[in-house]
């Protein structure tokens, strides 16, 4: 029995092992993988037309040079997104609800972005730190706020990650005790109660997979 709300959000281990490596491996396993055939099954089908479009939306803003991160984006984004619905299941548990993994995944991609964007486009990287137009007086302040926030952007992205996902979690588990306990004595309330858990439920799959997306998004920006 758990003695608080947040040990939900530990890392379960068997024989001394922890199931976060089980619960990063799995997504991998569940997607199908796609064939060269003429014909595939609607899976197969639906999966290929998702991340078709997905990638057609996040490139959108992006010039041609910017296409060759399109395979490890979508990855990325299916990983996350895998990540996020598994952990709605019953009794599984969701390694994005760990900052120490967000922070794993947004460091490295934000840490590519800048030294790629500092090679390749140096006059247009810097010139972030200063909006056009700046007044004189406000010129050194401005580089150091842009130049704080760019430092910054990694923690927010794998802070928001981790806070929008535990907080529903939390929710949902408050709610669900709270509709568990009350079956017996207020059985009216009790019901009331379950059917705000089944609409914050779906409210929930809407946050994992927007969440993903969003994760993705401010990345390839």
């Keep these: 029995m758990m003695t608080n709300l947040f040990d939900q959000f530990m890392s379960p281990t068997y024989l001394g092992t922890p ?37 057609q939306q996040l490139l959108l803003p992006i010039n041609t040079g910017g296409h060759k991160w399109a395979l490890i984006l979508a990855s990325l984004m299916t990983f996350l997104l895998s990540m996020n619905l598994l952990g709605l299941l019953p009794y599984t548990f969701t390694p994005t609800t760990q900052l120490s993994l967000n922070m794993g995944l947004a460091v490295p991609f934000w840490l590519a972005t800048v030294i790629i964007g500092m090679r390749n486009q140096p006059t247009a990287a810097l010139g972030h730190l200063l909006p056009e137009g700046t007044p004189t007086p406000l010129i050194p302040v401005l580089i150091v706020i842009e130049t704080i926030s760019l430092f910054i952007r990694p923690l927010a992205l794998g802070v928001r990650l981790t806070a929008n996902l535990t907080a529903g979690h939390l929710l949902i588990q408050l709610i669900a005790t709270a509709a568990f306990t009350l079956m017996t004595s207020m059985t009216t309330v009790a019901l009331l109660t379950t059917s705000i858990l089944f609409l914050l439920t779906l409210l929930e799959i809407a946050v994992a997979m927007i969440q993903a997306y969003v994760f993705v998004l401010l990345l390839s920006l």
């Excluded at 199931?19 to 396993?29: H, K, M, R």
């Design 19 to 55: 199931l976060i490596v089980l619960a990063l491996g799995l997504p991998w396993i569940l997607w199908p993988s796609p064939s060269s055939r003429w014909l595939n099954n609607r899976l197969v089908t639906l999966q290929s037309w998702f991340l078709t479009r997905f990638t």
